[in-house]
């Protein structure tokens, strides 16, 4: 959890920290499950007999990292960094269906593949995902790849890709979203 130790929110009178974030984390000696089973039986209890870890680290606030863009044949665009990649879905790709004559806009939940390709012809394979209905199988975790740190659907419909390694964007040839390439602005 990333939080702002000094005010914990807005409206509480404390001064509003704007030099770094703090991650915040607790480790318990059971599951949470456990422990929150534990708290609905006793009104007063709280969690501070379970914990067995709580760590805060300040993270510091830098400028922003520079991204590029890189568009595809039909409008699509993505920006990325050395760090992470934001693609706008609502561009480039067709819609997934029609329900009462409206458009069923391509969601992050049709994302099968990302790739990224450099000049030398190296790739990383950011994901892969292999559906039932790709295959007509069960999803086999072998046949799949989740190498990246994090990634997420925004409301306005992007895919947002925390990598786990360090991108050189300078020395990428294209970045591939399932059958889609994109190639530098």
């Known amino acids: 959890m990333v939080d702002n130790r ?98 069923v806009p391509f969601t992050l939940d049709e994302v099968y593949k990302m790739e990224i390709t450099y000049k030398d012809g190296s790739t990383y394979l950011v994901m892969t995902e292999v559906y039932p209905y790709d295959t007509g199988a069960v999803n086999n975790p072998e046949e799949e790849v989740a190498s990246y740190s994090y990634i997420c659907g925004s409301i306005d419909n992007h895919a947002i890709v925390l990598f786990n390694r360090i991108v050189d964007v300078e020395n990428i040839e294209k970045i591939t979203v399932n059958d889609v390439d994109y190639v530098a602005e």
């Open 6 to 103: 000094a005010g914990f929110g807005e409206g509480t009178g404390a001064p509003t920290i704007t030099d770094h974030l703090t991650l915040w984390y607790r480790a318990y000696d059971r599951s949470i499950s456990e422990v929150n089973s534990s708290l609905e039986n006793d009104a007063d209890a709280d969690d501070s007999q379970y914990i067995v870890k709580e760590e805060y680290v300040e993270v510091p606030v830098v400028d922003e990292i520079k991204t590029s863009k890189f568009v595809s044949e039909d409008d699509g665009e993505l920006e990325i960094s050395p760090i992470a990649m934001n693609v706008n879905l609502s561009q480039g790709f067709e819609p997934v269906a029609q329900t009462d004559g409206e458009d």
